[in-house]
């Protein structure tokens, strides 16, 4: 059987998706034994314009990793979709928007305006941006469009699959590659290299009946009691509206869940999700005593919606 | 004027590419190292509870996520006035030196060696670790991915966690150690040891006693004049959890050291328009551009507190390649920070090292020297916003 062509790409990402590869260790070399790969920015020299020259469909597979943030992100989508027989959106930035699309609660202005002017550290007394084109004396250079909205790969490009995780386990990077060289792919549109379940089905702390009176802050209280279920003792666990398929990395980390797997099968906006389920164990029926516990929780927008603005109902703020 | 693109650059944590223009007479004219990413986690942060920053900052880099998480994680410690106990403080850095490892075999191996190794001018398609295992044989190439696995398990053993680690909480950390753990830690750290002595032995044979890779590196294509900022224990040793950070100059000689809470009195960036990559420098001595021989701009050791992603992790292969490995012959005089390469070098054969500006006229020089050093605030400072009331 001829060796497979693969391709690995990063877009609005932190290459947490690639290293995670990298961590299958010894078995990278499996990888290498069944595929060729033909594009892979952190390791391997392959340029743009060895893409280009392909034939489309010549990849057999790209794992494109990380969100739509800007022109050169759309692009490589664009291109990597045209190559590629099979595209999958690899990790949480390229499913569902990830750490990036928390962007998508300002614009490019407020952005450039905190990073480039605002930020204490900041010398720019020609009050300048980052421009897309800028001459020089010796020609024009070019860097991408930085766009107000970050966007999964899926509102961009046709994708074939989707592998949750920020990054995604490698043992279950092996199993979707596996699935890959024996030709055993679901049907196109599944998320795979993930459970079917829920991550509060697979946490190992025991679970009673969740009533909270009031909820802590990681910051100022920690949990009492180790085996027991966080949410339980008041501190926002977002297992209950995320797949499982990680392994439980947090809860082995003395941390709760922080939703990075995405929604489990059926749910299709996390965030809100969460809202309910999280509404559904307050221990009070009466409305101001629901109020106060319910302060208690800074940030429910981010906490609730962590990984995946870009692809949650909302998508963004409005402009 | 013929320009040659690198697009991207490769082998490196983050985005990158290079611009050379080429004179008339082939020489290089100028260069320009350009950051076509920004996220903009300065700014998504702001309104978030600061106890989560540790965990959002990491996602500045999945290859060095402990530096990114533990800076945040000791600035909301100083937020909220806390002190770890000794314990944490302990797992903490005995988290970051595991990363430390982990993070150094990739770099040597993945990033770095395959053009030592294989050779500058062998074939891209094998030029990666892959190629390295392929040439060295399964034997040797099996011990460095189990090392690295090993590294990356002395991580997830202590923290949880590698990639993205969850686990520093004000004044701690979520996750203590075993006596089990810590013996199995204990062993799996002398095999690193060992690992690291075959390491630098393959440098010396396969760099050091290789007279072209000598003369390259000793040559003024690797010379970079600049200022060297790392974190030091009381004794100037290299500690890469705590420290002063102390800048010395391109003598090695001490100029001034600081403390953490003191950054925003010595690092400034500036911004170009050319780039999303801030520009940052040494306030002390002051902005004198990009070009200059006497660069303000300082690079980074150990600085867990003062590391963005991509000038450090851009560095993390660059700076071993152009400035750690350098070490400059008593007797050869200091150069401009971006030195056309020798004339005995193949012309523009590996275009992502330094091979800058012409020494002809002032000039913007390659920012592949002065954009991989100090870098950004972004952990130690934006990325912790002024603490909400607790509850």
Known sequence: MAKLKLASYWASACGGCDVAILDTHEKILDISAAADIVLWPIAADFKYKDIEAMPDGDIDVTLFNGAVRNSENEHLAKLLRAKSKVLVAFGTCAYLGGIPSLANLFDRKSVFDCVFHAS??????????????????????????????????????DVDYYVPGCPPAPERILEVFTAIVEGKLPPKGSV????????????????NEKKIASFKRIATEQPADHDTCYLEQGFLCVGAVTRAGCGSRCQNSGMSCRGCYGPPPGVIDQGAKALSAIASVIESKDEAEVERIISALP?????FNRFGIAASLLRRKLL | MKRISIDPITRLE??????????????????????????????????????????????????????????????????????????????????????????????????????????????????NILGIVEKVGVGIGG??????????????????????????????????????????????AASCVEFSKFSLKLFEDVVLKNKAYLDLILGDVFEIDSYWIGTVDAKNKVNFYDGDARVVDQKAKEVFRYKAPQYLENIVERVEPFSYLKFPYLKKVGWKGTGRSRSSSATTGAWPTATSRSPSCAGSRSSSRECRWRRRPASSPASAACARPPTTSPPA???????????????????????????????SRTSTPSPRPTS
């Open chain 2, 14 to 127: 983050g985005h990158g590419k290079i611009e050379i223009f080429l004179a008339d007479d082939g020489s290089v004219a100028n260069c320009y190292f350009q950051i076509p990413e920004l996220r903009g986690f300065e700014k998504f942060l702001q309104g978030m509870p600061v106890e989560e920053a540790p965990r959002i900052v990491a996602r500045i880099c999945g290859v060095c996520p402990a530096a990114h998480h533990l800076a945040a994680g000791k600035a909301v410690d100083a937020v909220y006035g806390v002190e770890p106990t000794s314990t944490a403080k302990k797992l903490r850095e005995l988290y970051y030196s595991a990363h430390y490892v982990h993070s150094h075999i990739a770099h040597f191996y993945a990033l770095a060696a395959p053009d030592f190794v294989l050779g500058p001018d062998s074939d891209p398609a094998k030029r």
């Open chain 1, 192 to 207: 795979v290299g993930a459970s079917e379940k829920t991550q509060c089905d697979e946490c190992p702390r025991k679970k």
């Open chain 1, 299 to 303: 940030d429910p927008l981010r906490s």
């Open chain 2, 143 to 188: 011990e460095v991915l189990k090392h690295r696995r090993i590294a990356q398990d002395i991580q997830i053993k202590v923290g949880g966690k590698s990639t993205h680690p969850v686990w520093s909480v004000p004044g701690g950390v979520s996750k203590g150690l075993t006596e089990e753990e810590r013996k199995w830690v204990e062993e799996a």
């Open chain 2, 349 to 379: 054969r590996r275009s992502t090292r330094c091979t800058a500006s012409s020494r002809r006229r002032p000039r913007r020089s390659c920012g592949s020297c002065t954009t991989r050093r100090t870098s950004s605030t972004a952990t």
């Open chain 1, 120 to 157: 204490p550290s900041i010398d720019n007394p020609t009050k300048t941006d980052p421009q897309t084109l800028t001459k020089v004396p010796e020609g024009d250079l070019s860097i991408p469009e930085f766009y107000d909205t970050v966007r999964t790969l899926d509102q961009v490009v």
